[in-house]
């Protein structure tokens, strides 16, 4: 069973340019989550969507941050314009459901430098 | 959100027992005690989870106390591929994982 997809796995980008980030979560599962992990800290919500519905927000920075899971399958997190201070790993993860019970599956992460 | 407690590191000799901490004295009743842990260059994966009582899987143990306030994970024979950063989380009907710094888990040969 093929787990969370992520890509890029690495990004380099000048600041103040835009990127983007791509997850393909496990068939099936309803709910993703993005989180952002800097170095030597655990990862940090940065939003959750149920289906396509983003549920859980209050955590994205949405002066520059945006996501969207259009389709309820697959989701972008955009960056724009990015800052030094963004330099950061952003993983996606995806459960069953939103519930105190399911375990979340994470992907590898995309590291995000910003020069 | 309950907080949760863990030692920043810990050592362990190779097939010896490893047995990680973890305080969470303002749980509340319908929390889950999750554990999860990440591996150098990887996203976390999920350890084991408990609501009351011990719990067992193919990785670790999982024993909590009597009043919920704490917590321990078993590893019952460490082994190089174990070394990771280990965290204690809790959780509410949401799933909602907040991360802590963990423990940092060094497995000696």
């Known amino acids: 069973e093929a787990g969370v997809v992520q890509s890029p796995r690495y990004k380099i980008i000048e600041k103040k340019q835009p990127v983007a980030f791509w997850c393909n979560p496990i068939?099936?599962?309803?709910?993703l989550y993005w989180y952002l992990q800097n170095l030597g800290q655990g990862p940090e919500l940065l939003i959750r969507?149920?289906?396509?519905?983003?549920?859980?927000d209050s955590q994205l920075p949405k002066d520059r941050f945006s996501a969207e899971r259009l389709k309820g399958v697959d989701s972008t997190l955009k960056i724009q314009p990015a800052e030094l201070g963004d330099s950061a790993v952003y993983l996606c993860?995806?459960?069953?459901?939103?519930?105190?019970?399911?375990?979340?599956?994470f992907g590898p992460g995309t590291r995000l430098t910003v020069l | 959100d309950a907080k949760t407690t863990q030692p920043n590191s810990m050592e362990s000799n190779e097939e010896e027992p490893v047995h990680l901490p973890c305080n969470h004295s303002?749980?509340?009743?319908?929390?889950?005690i999750h554990w999860y842990r990440q591996l150098p260059s990887q996203g976390p994966e999920y350890v084991i989870h408990g609501l009351t009582s011990n719990v067992n899987n193919r990785m670790a143990s999982l024993a909590i106390a009597e009043d919920r306030k704490s917590s321990t994970l078993i590893l019952h024979r460490a082994t190089l591929r174990d070394a990771a950063v280990y965290y204690c989380i809790l959780s509410g009907a949401t799933n909602k994982l907040i991360f802590g710094t963990g423990t940092l888990l060094a497995v000696q040969p």
């Open positions: 969507y149920e289906n396509e519905e983003a549920v859980d």
């Open positions: 303002t749980i509340s009743g319908t929390d889950y």
């Open positions: 068939s099936g599962h309803n709910t």
């Open positions: 993860a995806s459960s069953l459901a939103g519930t105190g019970y399911n375990e979340q599956f």
